[in-house]
């Protein structure tokens, strides 16, 4: 979803949100739950584990798992920039060389920013993005983020935490009129494939191919979302043509764990230091 740097609070483990500790659960949720959610159209899911010889799967799973001491420490760190730094350079180790190929280094690095943010006080989904935008712009990335996310320009960083949080009602009004969760997630993915102008896509496939799955997962929604009997239709044929022209749509994978986590931190807010 800054050009200024305000001074941020220094909280304690037990700060204005609550627990480092929480805060590393739930990112870790958000991770792991965007890597089980099935059917994703061209990105890994369930059906990857189905192959006898395929091990793709059981390392992001456990690459989400690895991950829950960098966020522990970057939602402890307080206003302490150096020791940010060193808990986004260790998440960026922890995530596999074929997590990086769909975009989950991307969303290692916001998770840990967000879990920072959220540590020092963010009163909102929207304060938080504010303040991990403004941190992401104070603590230098380090690795080889595939999908060129060191050039991108801090005005399309906001676009990609707005799309997110756009979203975010959008999910939970579909909760509220008792859509199956898996189908909520998957037409929050839709909505954030449909809204965004994927960097990877472009750089592999080209601006077409950006064009095509936009508006392709637009159809989805259009034809009342991936629970509907025409929307699934759709959705197949979507996730058949992924496959097949090799499209990965890894900056909204990405995104979809930003907002899985924004979600469950507001949707279970932490407690409250007396």
């Excluded at 001491?69 to 402890?76: I, K, N, Q, T, Y």
């Excluded at 959220?118 to 403004?134: F, K, M, T, V, Y």
Aim: glycine fraction near 8%; aromatic fraction near 4%.
């Amino acid at each position: 979803m800054l050009a200024s740097n305000p001074p941020h609070p220094t909280p304690s483990a037990s700060g204005p949100n609550g627990s480092a500790e929480r805060l590393a659960d739930l990112a870790v949720a958000a991770f792991t739950r965007e890597v089980f959610l099935t059917p994703k159209p061209g990105l890994p899911d369930c059906r990857t584990a189905q192959s006898p010889d395929d091990t793709v799967f059981s390392s992001l799973v456990d690459a989400g798992v690895g991950l829950h001491g960098s966020f522990r420490a970057a939602a402890d760190a307080g206003a302490d920039l150096d020791r940010l730094a060193v808990a986004c350079a260790d998440a960026q180790h922890q995530v596999p060389y074929v997590a990086s190929l769909i975009g989950l280094d991307v969303a290692a690095r916001s998770l840990c920013l967000l879990s920072a943010a959220w540590g020092q006080g963010a009163r909102s989904a929207e304060h938080a993005c504010d303040l991990a935008l403004d941190l992401d712009g104070q603590v230098e990335p380090t690795g080889d983020f595939r999908d060129g996310y060191r050039a991108m320009p801090v005005e399309d960083k906001r676009r990609h935490l707005a799309t997110a949080l756009a979203a975010l009602p959008q999910l939970r009004s579909a909760r509220s009129r008792g859509i199956p969760e898996e189908t909520a997630q998957l037409d929050a993915l839709l909505t954030l494939i449909a809204a965004t102008d994927d960097l990877r896509v472009a750089q592999d496939k080209g601006p077409l191919a950006v064009r095509l799955i936009r508006q392709d997962a637009a159809a989805v929604l259009a034809a009342g979302g991936s629970g509907t009997a025409e929307g699934h239709r759709l959705l197949s044929e979507l996730d058949e043509e992924m496959v097949h022209y090799g499209i990965c749509p890894a900056a909204s994978g990405a995104l979809l764990t930003v907002l899985l986590f924004l979600d469950s931190v507001v949707e279970r807010p932490l407690p409250v230091a007396a």
